[in-house]
């Protein structure tokens, strides 16, 4: 018998069969309730739609109805409601269209809009009467806790087994479980040495991202075990990645302990769920020493205090992070004085090196105002380092031994693991070499395979080979007699080690994180820079500003002072010599030349060792001739004859006649015998021809 509340509007407009279940796992096992799904479509007929005009749609199966995200059957159907296309919509139940109370009540509002019924397995609905749509609602919310109620016995039984430890869950690589559910250390020994070479390499560097190019630059590989595929399960080497070193540094398996809730899930507005990390203080359980590890817990907590040190440099405070190759002793370290925030370095450039400057911008960065204040690094760093060298005077030759000790255990410990290396490849050549000589000769297409994968197993383990045989000598070579006696002898004193240019920079940051906790800086009439130590004692120190650049090119007026004095004497190039010859230098630490001497001239007003000549009354030569009606040539025969002599002003042998005041020129006759006469041209007293 029909339904009395279908008529024949609902007729007119098409039905629709919403078929659903949750996961494939239950389509492919749970038949019958798909089969069930599909029998509704004889209600349908039966109620009055014609076959060709009831659409089943079941794009959805294997889909979850949590939500209405990535579910396109859902949507289909929720659109051809809305166009007033559907006369009827069908369901199992309700959870098979919706296991969300909002994704339902939507979808009851448009039902009832466009006048839509709904048919389940217990009857036909209308959801524009009071009624039945709160029945409907009834059966909304019920299906959503039904699902609550799912999840929460799933998730009880959980945090159970977690509660004790017992909860299994996918070991990472290097850690496997036993056939009696034990975890244990992954028995390959080439694994084992990758991962505490990790540790002990991130313990030394200090960084993550070093630890990564330590591997690269010794050509290290680092293991992944398959989680999928064809290989599932299997071990595969490969270059390590700076994320794939994060997830072993920060992961507490490998320090033996059992931890849970580390992660919790936040939906996301347009579906699906986000994982978000959970502070390490407010992990639901932990559980130290459960099983081996590969540090131990104290090691863990330690390697996440330096790991959230270091990333504090990508954060809002950018506070002290990982030490850095640049050249200012205190990165990381300092304070502003003034406004409390931390002080940023800026580089520039100063006789073609690279100087660092302490700036604060807190105040220009987040309130949009002005540079708090910028102390020059190479003022600060030398007295801090100062103060480091006094601290650190007890040095002795025992430390030297430690570190002699800890280079060749890390020599040791790299040649194991290229060994295991070396035998993993070789074993992996002769699998594929007994692979091979199984195989039929006659069956080509899969000994051309096999053949195949031999050759490059065995071209795989002779580039191992060769790279092992280049690095072992350069290693030797690193930890010769000679290298060991040059580290005792640095190490007798620590000024020494501080000094020595062959230390890396960042070697002495770390050794400055060591004891000092922070630097404070206040520049004023002077820099002070009040230094905590680490035990917290305090020193402070109180420096100079550096001058201005303008005073540090001004020469100095003895200097000035002296080129004036030697200017009586000497010409320009004469002059930087002899400054030279003295050890005197430029500002900027060079030599002097002719250039500087007479920028000293302009400068400072300083007459010229020409003009100083002309006042005191010497003669050019053009002069010299025109006061006494001669030739230029007769004045310069003069000179040659020695009756004038000629005072340079230059290095170029230019320079101004001193002429007596006294001297008396006649001139002789002319004619013929004018050699004669000439010879006899000037004529001076007895007593001057004694002087000249």
Known sequence: ???????????????????????????????????????????????????????????????????????????????????????????????????????????????????????????VYDPASFNDRLLLGLK???????????????????????????????????????????????????????LRMVFTTFERLGSATRTVKFFLDEGILFPRRLRKGPHKGELMWAPPRHARILQVLHNPRYAGAFVYGRTRGRPRPGGGVSQIKVDMADWRFVMPDLHPGYIDWERFKANQ???????????????????????????????????GGRMGVHYSQEHGQPV??????????????????????????????????????????????????????????????????????????????????KVDPDNRLVADTLEAEWNEKLRLHTDVVEDYERRAPEEAAALDAETQQRVRDLAEQFPRIWSDPRIDVRERKRILRLLVADVTLVKAETITANVRLSGGATRTLTLERPLPIAQIRKFKPELVAKVDRLLDRYCDREIADILNEDGLRTWEGKPFNLKKIAFIRGAYNLPSRRQRLRDCGLLTTQEAAEHFAVAETTVHQWGRQGLISKVCSDSLNRGLWDIPHDLEIIKGRPGRNAVAARRASITVPSTEQDSL
């Open 1 to 123: 018998m029909p339904d009395l509340k279908v008529t024949a509007d609902h007729l007119r407009r098409d039905a629709y069969l919403y078929i659903r279940q949750s996961t494939l796992r239950q389509v492919a096992e749970n038949g019958e309730s798909t089969q069930r799904q599909y029998g509704l479509r004889d209600r349908a007929i039966a109620a009055g739609w014609p076959v060709e005009r009831v659409h089943v749609i079941d794009c959805d199966l294997g889909k979850s109805g949590s939500s209405a995200v990535a579910r396109d059957g859902f949507q289909e159907l929720v659109s051809e409601v809305a166009l007033a296309k559907a006369g009827v919509v069908m369901g199992l139940e309700v959870s098979r269209l919706a296991r969300n109370s909002a994704d339902w009540h939507r979808l009851l509002e448009l039902c009832a809009l466009t006048s839509t019924l709904i048919l389940d397995e217990d009857g």
């Open 140 to 194: 909304g919310t019920m299906s959503e806790a039904e699902l609550h109620f799912l999840k929460a016995r799933m998730r009880g039984g959980q945090l159970n087994k977690a509660s004790r430890g017992d909860l299994k869950i996918g070991p990472p690589v290097g850690l496997v479980y036993l056939p009696d559910g034990t975890l244990a250390l992954d028995p390959d020994a080439e694994v084992q040495a990758a």
């Open 305 to 339: 205090k330096r790991l959230a040190a270091n990333a504090q440099a990508y954060g809002m405070q950018r506070r002290a992070g990982p030490v850095r190759e640049g050249s200012a002793l205190l990165q990381g370290r300092v304070l502003c004085g003034l406004c």
């Open 356 to 437: 660092p400057t302490y700036i604060c911008q807190e105040t220009a960065t987040r309130r949009g105002g002005k540079v708090c204040q910028s102390v020059p690094g190479k003022v600060v760093d030398p007295a801090v380092g100062a103060l480091l060298v006094e601290l650190m005077r007890p040095m002795t030759l025992e430390v030297t031994l430690a570190v002699q000790r800890e280079l060749e255990a890390r020599a040791a410990e790299m040649d194991t693991l290229r060994r295991q290396h070396i035998e993993r490849t070789r074993h992996d050549a002769e699998l594929a070499r007994r692979r091979y000589m």
